[in-house]
Each structure stands twice: as structure tokens, then as C-alpha cells.
């Protein structure tokens, strides 16, 4: 049991009810091992206090969530998510992330290949102070639908050309989330060019429900919607990653529930579907 786990990690917005204190109880009594911690759980902390926090409960610090959201429209616009992506990268320096998983932005009504343009400058804006701060970066390619303000980048084929833009930095990557990508008919494709590439950063679980009642916060726990999920992980271990399988799941439904519940199901979920 505790080899099925060894890559099972959990988000903190996964169950957002819960302090990230009670995140650190209750992870590592289901056999989680990996914690990805979004920003919003560090505010008002000491982050040191956190890196200590984590460690002593046994967890590994698999990446930050999250970076990015570089356009705008104006260049005071851009320095400030520059400004806001330099700050992630100390936190996550500060809390022993190697990684900071970014959501890249996008601007309604300014065109997807601008936008796409000011990302690749966003970062290598950024670039230097990741690499001196040992922080990778991952290009999570987001669901179309998300095109108009969340990212201009939707595919694994164009989180890869970004990559190529920026002279394939080792720090670069692509975060691969099987909500966003799954539909892809490139997608073994480009899992396997990023296996070739050394850019599989990440690896993002969760399940695309029919119908789906929110964009946002409507998406499924592994088993309840119609992505091939062991499809994929063959996939991406094919390639060799070994990193943790990380459970993203933003849920109006399972927040209303019992986390401790909620925890349990993943936990058994993940079970059955790696056993
Ligand atoms: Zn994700």
C-alpha cells in the first residue's frame, strides 16, 4: 500500500476547507506523500515556519501553484505580473518547491498570438531569478475554454513552441493536466515529445464530468467523468516520469462535503486505479 501511494499527491485548493495546518494531519493518514500548495494557503505565514511544518509531517513539497497571468494590456500591466511571478519564486524558494506550476493568462478582446508573445517575454523575464533560486517552471496548457482570460495556451503542441522560443531552458516545462488536455488527439504525441524533451514537469489528475455545471468548479474526482485516466498515466510513465500523480480538483460539490470523506475517496480511488 504504501508503494501504490508513493506518487499520490494532493492540492491544497483540492480541499480548500481545510487549513493547510489539518492538510498536514490529514494527507499523510491516507498515504499522500506529495503536497502542491497554492499561494492563497501561505498568506499570512511565515514561510520558513511552513518548509519546517511540511517536512516534520512527513510531506514533499511537489511544486506552488501558482504563477503566470503575464499579458495585459498595458506594460505597467506586464511588470506587474512579473513583479507577482518574481515574488512566487521566492515563496517557493522559501518553502522547498522545486517547481512553480503556471497558469500562463490571457486578456479578452487582445489576440491569442499576442498573448502567447507576452508569455514567452513574461517568462523570460523571470527565468533568471527561477534558475538562481533552483525553481523550475511548468507550462500548464489549459481546456479552450479558458482562452479568453485564463491562457492563451491550450495545447501541449503550443506549450512546447513556447519552450522552443525561449532556447529550451532545462528550468522550462509543461505541467500535463488531464482536464485540460485530454481531448487532445496529439496528446501521446506530445506526452511523448515532452518525455524526449525532458520538459514533463507535472503530472495533474481529475475527471471531466458530463454535463459539467461550471467551468471552474464543476470538476469530477478520478472515476466520475469520461477521461481515460490510466490511458494517460501509461502515457506519461512511458516516458519515464517518475514524479508524483497530483490531485487537482476544484469542486463546488466535494468542497460542500466532509474533507475527511472526501480524503478517504481519493485516496481509495487512486488506489483502485493504479493498483
Ligand atoms: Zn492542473
Redesign the pocket.
Given at each position: 500500500m504504501i508503494f501504490l501511494m508513493r506518487r499520490l499527491c494532493v492540492h491544497t485548493i483540492t480541499t480548500k476547507p481545510l487549513s493547510l495546518e489539518d492538510c498536514l494531519v490529514q494527507f499523510p493518514q491516507r498515504g499522500v506523500s506529495g503536497i502542491t500548495i497554492w499561494r492563497q494557503a501561505l498568506e499570512g505565514r511565515n514561510l520558513g515556519t511552513v518548509a519546517r511544518q511540511v517536512r516534520d509531517a512527513g510531506l514533499e513539497v511537489v511544486s506552488l501553484c501558482r504563477g503566470g497571468f503575464f499579458p495585459a494590456t498595458t506594460p505597467a500591466g506586464r511588470q506587474t505580473a512579473i513583479d507577482d511571478n518574481l515574488k512566487a519564486i521566492e515563496q517557493a524558494h522559501a518553502i522547498g518547491a522545486p517547481l512553480i506550476?503556471l497558469v500562463c493568462g490571457a486578456v479578452p478582446g487582445q489576440s491569442l498570438v499576442e498573448s502567447r508573445k507576452q508569455i514567452a517575454e513574461g517568462i523570460a523575464a523571470v527565468l533568471p531569478a527561477a534558475e538562481q533560486a533552483g525553481v523550475k517552471l511548468a507550462i500548464?496548457p489549459l481546456h479552450p475554454m479558458y482562452a479568453d482570460d485564463r491562457s492563451a495556451v491550450n495545447t501541449m503542441r503550443q506549450a512546447h513552441e513556447i519552450c522552443d522560443a525561449l532556447g529550451s531552458p532545462i528550468a522550462v516545462g509543461i505541467?500535463v493536466?488531464v482536464?485540460?488536455v485530454w481531448w487532445d488527439p496529439e496528446l501521446k504525441a506530445q506526452i511523448d515529445l515532452a518525455g524526449q524533451t525532458g520538459r514533463l514537469h507535472a503530472f495533474?489528475i481529475c475527471d471531466w464530468k458530463t454535463p459539467t455545471t461550471d467551468f471552474l468548479n464543476d470538476r469530477g474526482l478520478m472515476g466520475e467523468g469520461c477521461i481515460n485516466i490510466k490511458q494517460i498515466s501509461d502515457w506519461v510513465d512511458a516516458t519515464g516520469f517518475t514524479g508524483h500523480r497530483?490531485v487537482?480538483i476544484f469542486s463546488n460539490k466535494w468542497w460542500s462535503v466532509d474533507q475527511n470523506e472526501f480524503l478517504d475517496q481519493i485516496a481509495s480511488t487512486y488506489a483502485r486505479l493504479y493498483s
Open positions: 506550476v500548464e505541467a493536466d482536464y485540460h495533474h497530483e487537482e
